[in-house]
């Protein structure tokens, strides 16, 4: 059965706008009837990575597809990569600065999240090109 | 117990969310870093935190969370008083601190949102 695509760009000037998209994102899987668990795995993941983008990539895209037993999310930006990304799956693990912090996160715990959340998490990336993330939950 | 009871017990000042004080709520999670919030904490709990921000709010969105308590008077800005509003969340402000906030509310029964 063909996909619902929803696309979502994420702006990675404004720290206090981040997560708009995953709110977006949320409001139309509850729509479409989804059951709470799902949709709470896949707010969670996507908030996460949507903070990442804002934090360390200057921004990125959101593309969501919805199908009947899975939803896809993929997560892509051109910011500076990830050098090592075995140290980055490890919990509280985290390159963030002192000012991150203060905002509440960059305690090492956004891969990490992602993958708990998830049935499966793929990274895609490259030092100073970008980074490609796709996450697959399953309904 | 219900949020409005919540109120109560720590003399808070609700800012946002006031149809919703009688919303029945089991748990609840005390914590600065959204990210541990988001690792740990259970659906539908309150969160008490001492981090003024608008991703408090879109945190305790993601987790469908009904209640948020700024502790030791801090006030929240109106664009993040507005945010909750405008996804009826009660946002409230106590000048308890953190540790008083949570014991008075440990005392009432109320369950640690981080034990699944």
Do not use: W
């Not at chain 1, 996909?3 to 409001?27: P, Q, R, T």
């Not at chain 2, 259970?42 to 969370?65: F, H, K, Y």
């Amino acid at each position: 059965m063909a996909a619902l695509n929803f696309h979502f760009d994420i702006d990675g000037e404004d720290f206090s706008s981040a997560g708009e998209a995953s709110v977006e994102m949320k409001k139309k899987l509850r729509q479409l009837g989804f059951p709470s668990d799902v949709i709470r795995r896949c707010s969670i993941a996507m908030y996460e990575g949507e903070i990442n983008m804002v934090i360390h990539a200057n921004g990125g895209s959101a593309d969501v597809a919805v199908y009947p037993d899975k939803i896809v999310i993929v997560l892509e930006d051109h910011g500076p990569g990830i050098p090592n990304v075995e140290l980055a799956m490890q919990e509280g693990y985290s390159t963030a600065t002192e000012q991150i912090h203060n905002m509440g996160f960059g305690a090492g715990m956004g891969l990490p999240n992602m993958k708990r959340y998830t049935e499966s998490l793929e990274i895609e990336t490259q030092v100073g090109v970008g980074t490609k993330l796709t996450m697959v939950v399953a309904v | 117990m219900k949020i409005r009871e919540i109120a109560e017990l720590l003399h808070a000042e609700v800012l946002s969310g006031k149809e919703m004080l009688d919303t029945e709520v089991q748990n609840a999670f005390c914590c600065d870093m959204m990210s541990d919030v988001l690792a740990f904490a259970t659906n539908q709990s309150v969160l008490i935190t001492g981090l003024l921000n608008p991703q408090v709010v879109r945190t305790a969105m993601m987790l469908d969370m009904h209640c948020i308590v700024f502790i030791q008077g801090k006030e929240p800005t109106p664009e993040i008083v507005s945010l909750a509003e405008a996804n009826d969340i009660v946002v409230m402000v106590t000048q308890e601190s953190m540790f008083c906030s949570a014991g008075r509310l440990y005392d009432t029964g109320l369950l640690d949102a981080g034990e699944e």
